[in-house]
């Protein structure tokens, strides 16, 4: 598709860069909601896999303009990684590999649990985006061989600390809520910490590393 | 300080919402119905983010110890000191005089705004509650909360603004998904009568009527905004208020201008909600005659 900026209310506009998952429109979607909260500045950013939604106050800033703003940054091309200039931080996570969903998912990849163990610790993952909860990182791409659907029927209760996988990627859930990845294991490490001045523990384009216990 | 002595089923400081964290999944939360924070705000002269309580069933009991100016706004929402005094209005309260807020059939949320501002440490640059993830807490009967330097006095009681009309005739502006659906099931998203469920909470108000299903294919998950009116495959929409996750991958059909969010809100399961499409600058003509109906019964310092 053709990269569009479309309203989503009156005090925001979402930009939409494709409709397909490919690791640059995840750094350009990035690029673009750093650009819009450092060097434009008229409100909060949430990027995505291939979109960035730009807030704004209209009764300051007319949406015309802030659409205009929105546009002269897609026709630059290349993102201007402001916030992103930083070297990218490693984040070691500390797991237990004894989910409830591990021996189901191997086999059903026909693989031992070690292997797929092994598989999932041997790959060095990018956090794309944050979202559905406070703190959760979408970390991928999984090896190929590893790769399993999410769960037909959701928990209603997944355990705070649950490293899951499922759609190529993996997540660690923040906080205890419901949810249908597959429980592959758990850490203690804290991922969201509302105390902390950065509560999240991994940030977008962060690089992410399973170390099994 | 304001003292709660009782706290209803669940009461909550509340403000117009924490947008500095949304990039890490931190829900913007905030007053579910931000236009009668506004103007329980507004009536005691508080600054427009200050904080009030949002209170969800009675009895909520509270009490000063100074003398300040108080405003309840809601649906179906008054206050009772020695007599009934009505809500959306400002009212000057004494010092250990206890307030009773009252909510009647029809009520959901109703906001105290108490001349100040709610002065709790703010988390994360807000002090909106968002009980998920352990950014503040439920109040509790016993609780002290502090509060700020009021700028408001005893002449400023009995200001009013004109409260909503919590009829569910909801305006909104189509997309940013609309191509995902048919046109006619955008018609009949907008034609149909839809009716509350019980599932409802600040995350969301689900509904139940005639099935807007997308068409087939997957949605890369994408920023979301309060007011969007999501289309899960099943067809049955779910408005997003204020706890909504920051992003998600349904389709949206159509997005609840702001000034209508409080009407969705308010709705009670089994209630009727209809959509009526307007374009951006509707909404924005909605925004400015809000403000201006806070700017006129606004206190000023």
Redesign the interface.
Known sequence: MTPRVVPFGEAAILVELGDDFQEALIDRARGIADHWETVAQLGPAVPAYASALLHFDPLRTPPAQAEKAARAMLARGAPTLVAGDKPRRVIEIPTTYDGPDLAETAARSHLSTEQLVTLHAAREYTAYFLGFLPGTAYCGRLDPRIVAPRLERPRERVPAGSVAIADGQTIVYPLTSPGGWRLIGRTDLAMFDPTAEEPARIRAGDRVRFVPL | MIRIDEAGVRSTVQDRGR?????????PAGAADRFALAAANALVGNAEDAAGIEIIGTPFRFTCDDARVVAVAGRDVSLAMRTRLPGWTSVFVRAGQSVTVHAAEHARFAYLAVSGGIATAP??GSRAT?L????GAPLRAGDVLPLGEPDAGAEDAGRRVEPTTYDGRVRA?T??HDDRFDADASARFFGATFVVEPASDRQGVRLAGVPIAPRPGE???????T??VQVPRAGAPIVLLADH????GYP?IA????ADLGKVAQALPGEPLRFYRVD?DA??GA??AE?RALDGSRVSA
């Open positions: 947008f500095g964290h949304l990039r890490s999944g931190v829900p988390l994360l968002y998920p993830a352990g950014l502006m997309g940013p949605l890369l998950s994408c920023g979301i905004v007011g969007a996750q920051t992003t998600g949206v997005t609840v201008i702001a951006r909404a924005l925004l400015r403000r």
